[in-house]
């Protein structure tokens, strides 16, 4: 059976700041996933009409884990009565004694948190680039805790030689999948820098059924290789038309060039995927940095829109402040 894990976090005041955490949320609960946790967050398991109190209860008495995203928001709205974290925070106390609790701040932000966190182990990440090398070793350390490794980053304590061997040897494979695993970007759009050669080159965007897999290598200069790994991929030179595209009937056909294999891309070039489940994605080039000393520290930039052909909000579950 699957380990259930409950999110807990809080919605901003102001939209930019709304936003970063939202994304994070999103990308934890996908990242998550892929592990094979089951995971509870709102914004995917509610539909128009449920009830978020009864989400909140059930959620967190069937999860063996539950995550607190503490921003300074979350931890105000824990004292707020009304508010749906304040609902959270009171069916959390209950459980206060259980290690299951984790909070997770914001790497360089500045948190008190309340006595109710004592004892508990803390998660520092970054959430602004969460699949960052910054996070490499804190998301080693929280996937060992939820997997109820013994495994640490730090130190291991083996009873003979024998079992420091392997001990090393199940780390050293954890965090590989843990570095493998990191590198993508769940929100349906916007602009992103990752080291394009970690991962095998892989990196990953959108939530399945809307989920692509993109490809790169270094070509050098101001351009870059882009591999096909979806079902169709096309090359659009200097794409500006980008900005203005919200469905498919507004990609310029004549412009698309198709690709069965790798193509090259400068930086304003442009390139749409298809993939399995015939949804649409497009891209487009906005840098590219090779490194000379360390080709795994050459980066890309890349602006990115997944063409949704149902507009898709959480407007339904704003009748109870979160």
């Given at each position: 059976m699957?380990?259930?894990?409950?999110?807990s976090?809080?919605?901003?005041?102001a939209e930019?700041?709304?936003?970063?955490?939202?994304?994070?949320t999103q990308?934890?609960?996908?990242?998550?996933?892929?592990?094979?946790f089951?995971?509870l967050?709102?914004?995917?398991?509610?539909h128009?009409?449920?009830k978020l109190?009864?989400?909140?209860s059930e959620?967190?008495?069937?999860s063996?884990?539950?995550?607190c995203?503490?921003t300074?928001t979350?931890l105000?709205?824990?004292?707020?009565?009304?508010?749906?974290?304040?609902n959270?925070f009171m069916?959390l106390?209950?459980?206060s004694d259980s290690?299951?609790i984790?909070?997770i701040?914001?790497?360089?932000?500045?948190?008190?948190l309340p006595?109710?966190?004592?004892?508990?182990f803390v998660?520092?990440?970054?959430?602004?680039e969460?699949y960052?090398q910054?996070n490499?070793?804190?998301?080693?350390?929280?996937?060992?805790t939820?997997r109820d490794e013994t495994l640490?980053?730090?130190s291991?304590e083996p009873?003979?030689?024998?079992?420091?061997?392997?001990?090393?040897?199940?780390t050293?494979?954890?965090l590989a999948?843990t570095?493998?695993?990191m590198?993508?970007?769940?929100?349906?759009e916007?602009?992103?820098t990752?080291?394009?050669l970690l991962n095998?080159g892989?990196?990953?965007?959108?939530?399945?059924p809307m989920?692509f897999?993109t490809h790169w290598?270094t070509r050098g200069?101001?351009?870059?290789y882009?591999?096909?790994?979806?079902?169709?991929?096309?090359r659009?030179?200097?794409?500006?038309a980008?900005?203005v595209?919200?469905?498919?009937?507004?990609?310029?056909?004549?412009a698309?060039?198709p690709f069965k294999?790798?193509?090259t891309?400068?930086?304003?070039?442009?390139?749409v995927?298809?993939?399995?489940?015939?949804f649409?994605?497009i891209?487009k080039?906005?840098n590219?940095?090779?490194?000379?000393?360390d080709?795994l520290e050459?980066?890309?930039t890349?602006q990115?829109?997944i063409?949704?052909?149902?507009?898709v909000?959480d407007?339904?579950?704003?009748?109870?402040e979160?």
């Open positions: 699957k380990k259930k894990v409950f999110i976090y809080a919605w901003e005041d930019e700041k709304d936003q970063k955490v939202k994304s994070f990308w934890l609960a996908v990242y998550l996933k892929k592990w094979g089951e995971v967050l709102d914004v995917y398991e509610n128009p009409g449920t109190d009864a989400f909140m959620g967190i008495s069937t063996r884990f539950v995550l995203i503490c300074e979350y105000k709205k824990m004292q707020k009565i009304g508010t749906g974290v304040y959270e069916l106390k209950e459980n290690k299951f984790i909070p701040i914001e790497t360089g932000k500045y948190i008190h006595s109710f966190f004592e004892g508990k998660s520092a990440l970054n959430f602004v969460p960052s910054e490499r070793k804190k998301i080693f350390e929280l996937i060992s939820l640490s980053a730090d291991v009873q003979t030689r024998i079992e420091n061997y392997y001990n090393d040897v199940e050293f494979k954890l999948d570095i493998n695993l590198n993508f970007e769940c929100q349906p916007g602009i992103v990752f080291r394009y095998d892989d990196f990953q965007i959108g939530l399945a989920d897999t290598s200069g101001n351009s870059i882009s591999c096909n790994k979806v079902q169709k991929t096309f659009i030179h200097n794409f500006t980008f900005d595209i919200r469905s498919t009937s507004d990609i310029p056909a004549d698309l060039v294999w790798c193509t891309l400068e930086i304003g070039d442009g390139i995927w298809v993939n399995k489940n015939n649409i994605a891209g080039i906005q590219v940095c090779v490194s000379s000393e080709e050459s980066k890309v890349l990115y829109r063409l949704n052909p149902i507009d909000t407007d339904f579950i704003m009748n109870e979160v």
